[in-house]
DNA sequence: TAAAAATGTAAAATGGACTTGACATTATAT
DNA sequence: ATATAATGTCAAGTCCATTTTACATTTTTA
């Protein structure tokens, strides 16, 4: 699945490790997620969006067509 | 997680299995997450959403505190 | 009140989200 | 130029979201 993560986390001049301590995961989660290795769950799609002061829809993109699941 | 799938549901007539089909899931899968048995995927509860025409935020509720994923 | 529809439970199987740890490469700063 | 920080890759392991099937209970309707 494609993101923004790494826009919105270029923006702020945050850094991976300091974005994956912030919600919580590891270093690998978020490069997984940034290069569209896997999907990410709901609640650390939250998380991210809450951590980047916008709306889940703003970071997580929908391909309303291949979302198998 | 909590979630007001069947406020919604119930709100728009929609039987389990209706919202179901919809989705492209089981009824199993319905009935799991009105129960708070476990927690949508993101694009289970985009769709989800998007069938209610409202927010994620609107229809999944994020206990700040005891999310630990 | 009986048939049918809607909701629920149980259990086993699968796939994928996330972790851990170790190492490789690329950018930044001194 | 070189140390350090940042980003990336690989692989094995754990846990849980989702499926499938089959059956039980509750609610609705004729």
Redesign the pocket.
Known sequence: MQTRI?EY??AGKI???ELADAV??????I?????G?????L??AHKIAQFFKVGIDDIFIFNEEEEN?
């Open positions: 790494s986390r270029k850094t991976q490790s919580n995961v590891t270093r690998q989660t490069i997984s997620l940034e290069n290795k896997y999907k990410a769950s609640v650390l699941l």
